[in-house]
C-alpha cells in the first residue's frame, strides 16, 4: 500500500504515542525506591523535602511519599500499594500491626496539636488547657471546624471532645461542623468564617491564608501527637521492599535520622521532636 | 430487443443483467420488475419524471443496492465507476484524489502512475495536478470524477445527472468528454433530465415511470415512434420545451 | 481582588525565575496528557469510525453509552483504575501504580469515549456526503469511515485538542492513581490542588496561570500547523466546497 497520507498520519501518531509514552515512563516497580504512605500533614509541614535528601544521602534510596489521610495511608498499605507506612494514629497503628498488616512498629517523634481561633476569642478559650477551651467553645456555640476525615488529627480531636464530655458522635456543639477535608482546606474554612479548629502545628505554620487566626492553646501535654513507622508484613504482600524499607526505617530511629528531624525548623522554630526508643 | 441479428447478438454477450429486479424500501416499492441488459457499445440515457427510480436503478446496477426481488447478474467481473451529479472529492490534491480511486479499485502499483497522467491529460487538468481538489470550479471538479473514472477503465460508467448542476460552458466540456469516453469503448449509463443531451449522447433510451421499465428502445425509436406508451409520451410532451 | 491581583505577579516570577520545580510539573503534565491522547486517538478513532459503520442489534444501546461516559468523571474513573492497578487488584502485578504511566493509562480511558463519540458524529455526517461515492469507487465501510477521517483531518484535530483539553485540565484521576508523589508524579492539576489545600492561594491561581499559558501556546503552535498544511481546507468538516 503506497497510499502515503493515511499511513503518514497513523504512522506519526503512532511514533507520538510510543515517543511520550516512553519518555512518561521512569523506572517501573523495580529500581531504587520505596512507596511510603504518610499523611498530608506530615508532607505539608515540609518535613519530607527536609529528611528524605538527607536518607537518599546516606543510602542512595529515594523515597515517594503518596501523601493521605492517615486512615486512607494505612488501607494503602493494607492493599500492598505501599513499602512503608508513617503516621500518627498509635491506636490504629497498633491495630494494623495486631492485624499482620505491619512489621514492629517503632515510635519516631512527635509533634503537637494546637487550638487555633479567631484572635478576638469569642469563646474565651485561650490558655494551655485544651479540655477546658473545648469546653468553652462548646458551651458559648461558636463555630467550630473538624476535619471529619478519619485522619489521625480528627481522631485525636475526638479524644479530646470525649474527655471534655461530649460525644461527637451522639450530639455535636451548636457551630460544629464537618468538611471530610484535610488540614489546608479546615483552616481555610476557619479563616473564612472566623471558627475554632484543632490543627497541627507544622501545617499551622506553613499555613499562609490566615486572615485574624491566631493560635489560641498550646503546651497541654495531652496535645502531643505521637508518630510511628511500620515496614508493610511481606507475608501477606511479598513484592514489599522489605530491605530497602527496613532501611528507612532503621535510619529514622538512628541517631542520625533523629538528628535530622530535630534540625528541621520553620522561621526558627523546631516542629518534631525525636522520641525513638524512649 | 436491440434488434441486432442473432449472430452479432451473440457476440456481444451482457456485461450487466437485471432479471425481474425489483427494490423495496420498507413497504415502498422503488423500483418493481425491472428487466434490462447492458452490452459494450451500449450509450443508455435514463430518463423520467423526478422519484421515477432513476438513481436508485443506477444503485442498483452499481451493485451499490443489492435487489429485493429478482436478480442481478454480472457476466466476468466488470469494472464500473459512477459519477454524481456534485462530486465528492476529499480535502487532498487533485493527483492524491486520482492516488486513491487507483488505490481503492486495486491498479498495480506500477501502473498507478501512467494511468493518473493518462487521466488527467484526457480530462485537460494536468495544470491543476498539485491544487486541492475543492479548489476547483464545479465542472473542473466533475472532469476530475470523470478523470477519476477514465483512470480505472471501466467497463461501464453510470452517471446520475452529471451536467444538473453545471453552467452551459461547463456543460458543454463534460458532455465532449462523456461523448469521448463513450467513442473510447466505455459502456454509458446516464441519467439525465435533459432529453436535448439524451439525443445528443445516447443511442438506448430507458424510460421510467413510478419504479417501472416502461419503455426500451433506440434512441431514434424513442424519440419519432408514435405507438410509445403513454405515459411516456406524456413525458416527452412536457419535456420537450426545455431542450 | 488582591489575591487576583497578588497571583498575577507570582506567576510572572515563576515564569521569569524559571522556578527549578515548576518545569518538571508542566513538562510532565504535558507528556502525560498528550501520551492519553495520543492512545486515546488510536483507539477513539477506530472505535468511532466503526460505530458510525457497523450495524447489529444493540447498536443504538452502544452509543447511547458512548454519549452517557462523556460525562465520566474523572475521580470515578482514578478510582476504578486505582483498584484495577492496586496490588490487591488484578492488574496489581504490573506494578505501574503511583507512576505516570498509570496516569496515562486513566486519562486515556476518560478521553476514549469522548473521541469515540465525536469521531462517530464526524464520520456520520461525511457519510451523508460521500459514503456513495466511496463505495461506487470499491471502499468498503470501515474503509471509507477512515477516509473519511483523514479527509476531515481539521475537525479531527479540533476532537483531539479538546480530549487534550479535557485530560490536561483533570486532577481527580491523576490524583489518586498518581499520588501526588514530589518530582515523580506531581502534574499542575494536582500541584494547584496541593497549593490550595494549604492555603497558598496566589500560588494556586499562579499555577493556574501557568497551565493556562502553556496550553495556549500548544494551540498556537497547532494552529499554525493547521494554516500551513490546509490550504484550501476548511475549517469544518463537510463544509461544501
Redesign the interface.
Known amino acids: 500500500?503506497?497510499?502515503n497520507?493515511?499511513t503518514l498520519?497513523r504512522g506519526a501518531?503512532?511514533l507520538?504515542?510510543t515517543i511520550?509514552?516512553s519518555?512518561?515512563?521512569?523506572v517501573?516497580?523495580?529500581g531504587n525506591f520505596i512507596?511510603m504512605a504518610s499523611t498530608?500533614s506530615t508532607e505539608?509541614s515540609g518535613l519530607?523535602?527536609h529528611l528524605l535528601p538527607a536518607f537518599k544521602a546516606a543510602t542512595g534510596t529515594d523515597v515517594?511519599?503518596?501523601?493521605l489521610g492517615t486512615g486512607q495511608a494505612l488501607d494503602t498499605a493494607r492493599?500492598?500499594?505501599a513499602d512503608i507506612v508513617f503516621v500518627h494514629d498509635q491506636a490504629a497503628e497498633e491495630k494494623f500491626v495486631a492485624d499482620g498488616f505491619g512489621l514492629k512498629r517503632l515510635p519516631v517523634m512527635y509533634n503537637d496539636f494546637v487550638l487555633i481561633g479567631p484572635a478576638a476569642d469569642p469563646a474565651k478559650a485561650r490558655g494551655k488547657d485544651i479540655v477546658a477551651a473545648l469546653q468553652k467553645v462548646a458551651a458559648s456555640g461558636a463555630p467550630f471546624v473538624s476535619r471529619g476525615d478519619k485522619s489521625g488529627t480528627h481522631a485525636a480531636e475526638l479524644r479530646y471532645w470525649k474527655t471534655a464530655g461530649t460525644d461527637i458522635a451522639t450530639t455535636k456543639p451548636a457551630g460544629y461542623k464537618e468538611c471530610g477535608?484535610?488540614?489546608?482546606?479546615a483552616?481555610?474554612i476557619a479563616?473564612s468564617t472566623g471558627a475554632y479548629v484543632l490543627a497541627d502545628r507544622g501545617?499551622w505554620l506553613?499555613?499562609?491564608?490566615?486572615a485574624d487566626l491566631a493560635v489560641l492553646v498550646e503546651g497541654d501535654n495531652r496535645l502531643f501527637n505521637q508518630y510511628g513507622v511500620m515496614v508493610v508484613n511481606p507475608a501477606k504482600?511479598p513484592?514489599v521492599k522489605q530491605a530497602l524499607a527496613q532501611g528507612f526505617a532503621d535510619w529514622v530511629v538512628s541517631p542520625a535520622g533523629q538528628a535530622s528531624i530535630a534540625a528541621y525548623k520553620i522561621g526558627g522554630e523546631q516542629l518534631f521532636f525525636p522520641n525513638a526508643g524512649k | 430487443m436491440t434488434g441486432l441479428p442473432p449472430a452479432v447478438a451473440a457476440v456481444a454477450a451482457p456485461l450487466l443483467a437485471l432479471q425481474g429486479a425489483g427494490v423495496h424500501f420498507g413497504a415502498q416499492a422503488a423500483l418493481r420488475d425491472i428487466t434490462l441488459q447492458i452490452r459494450r457499445g451500449d450509450r443508455i440515457a435514463l430518463v423520467g419524471a423526478n422519484g421515477s427510480g432513476k438513481t436508485t436503478l443506477l444503485r442498483l446496477l452499481n451493485g451499490l443496492l443489492a435487489p429485493s426481488s429478482g436478480s442481478r447478474l454480472a457476466t466476468g467481473a466488470p469494472v464500473t465507476a459512477m459519477l454524481f451529479q456534485r462530486p465528492f472529492l476529499l480535502h487532498f490534491s487533485v493527483r492524491r484524489n486520482l492516488q486513491l480511486a487507483l488505490w481503492l479499485a486495486r491498479v498495480p502499483a506500477a501502473q498507478r502512475g501512467v494511468r493518473l497522467d493518462d487521466a488527467l491529460r484526457r480530462v485537460g487538468l494536468q495544470a491543476m495536478a498539485d491544487r486541492p481538489a475543492r479548489s476547483l470550479s464545479g465542472g473542473q471538479q466533475q472532469r476530475l470524477a470523470l478523470a477519476r473514472a477514465w483512470a480505472v477503465q471501466p467497463d461501464i460508467l453510470f452517471l446520475d445527472e452529471p451536467t444538473a448542476s453545471l453552467d452551459p460552458s461547463a456543460k458543454r466540456e463534460v458532455e465532449a468528454l462523456i461523448d469521448d469516453f463513450g467513442h473510447a469503448g466505455m459502456a454509458l449509463v446516464m441519467s439525465t433530465h435533459n432529453l436535448g443531451q439524451a439525443k445528443r449522447l445516447a443511442n438506448r433510451v430507458l424510460y421510467l415511470d413510478a419504479g417501472r421499465l416502461l419503455a426500451d428502445l433506440p434512441v431514434d425509436d424513442f424519440f419519432h415512434r408514435t405507438d410509445l406508451p403513454p405515459e411516456a409520451a406524456q413525458f416527452l410532451k412536457g419535456e420537450l420545451p426545455w431542450t | 481582588m488582591n489575591t487576583f491581583s497578588e497571583s498575577f505577579s507570582v506567576a510572572l516570577g515563576l515564569i521569569t525565575q524559571g522556578d527549578a520545580t515548576l518545569w518538571p510539573i508542566v513538562a510532565l503534565s504535558l507528556r502525560v496528557s498528550a501520551s492519553a491522547c495520543a492512545l486515546g486517538a488510536g483507539a477513539g478513532l477506530l472505535l468511532g469510525a466503526w460505530l458510525a459503520v457497523a450495524r447489529f442489534p444493540g447498536h443504538a444501546a452502544v452509543v447511547g453509552v458512548l454519549n452517557t461516559l462523556l460525562a465520566l468523571p474523572s475521580v470515578v474513573v482514578g478510582l476504578v483504575v486505582y483498584l484495577l492497578l492496586s496490588r490487591s487488584g488484578p492488574l496489581g502485578s504490573w506494578g505501574i501504580l503511583f507512576t505516570p504511566t498509570a496516569m496515562v493509562v486513566a486519562q486515556t480511558i476518560l478521553v476514549v469515549p469522548l473521541i469515540a463519540a465525536l469521531a462517530r458524529q464526524l464520520v456520520a455526517d461525511a457519510l451523508r456526503e460521500g459514503g456513495d461515492e466511496l463505495a461506487a469507487m470499491g471502499a468498503g465501510k470501515l474503509l471509507s469511515a477512515l477516509l473519511l477521517l483523514a479527509h476531515a483531518r481539521l475537525a479531527v484535530l479540533t476532537v483531539l485538542l479538546t480530549a487534550f483539553g479535557r485530560a490536561v485540565a483533570e486532577v481527580g484521576a491523576v490524583m489518586i492513581v498518581g499520588g501526588n508523589i514530589a518530582g515523580v508524579t506531581r502534574v499542575m492539576t494536582t500541584a494547584i490542588a496541593l497549593e490550595t489545600s494549604k492555603g497558598d492561594l496566589p500560588l494556586a491561581l499562579a499555577l493556574g496561570l501557568v497551565l493556562l499559558g502553556v496550553v495556549g501556546l500548544v494551540n498556537l503552535a497547532v494552529g499554525l500547523v493547521q494554516r500551513r498544511g490546509g490550504a484550501g481546507v476548511p475549517l469544518a468538516a463537510g463544509a461544501a466546497a
Open positions: 500500500m503506497d497510499l497520507f493515511l498520519r501518531l503512532a507520538l504515542g511520550t509514552l519518555a512518561g515512563l521512569p517501573l516497580a523495580q512507596v498530608t505539608q519530607f523535602g515517594r511519599v503518596v501523601a492493599r500492598g500499594d477535608c484535610g488540614m489546608g482546606p483552616l481555610n479563616a501545617t506553613n499555613f499562609k491564608n490566615r504482600h513484592h
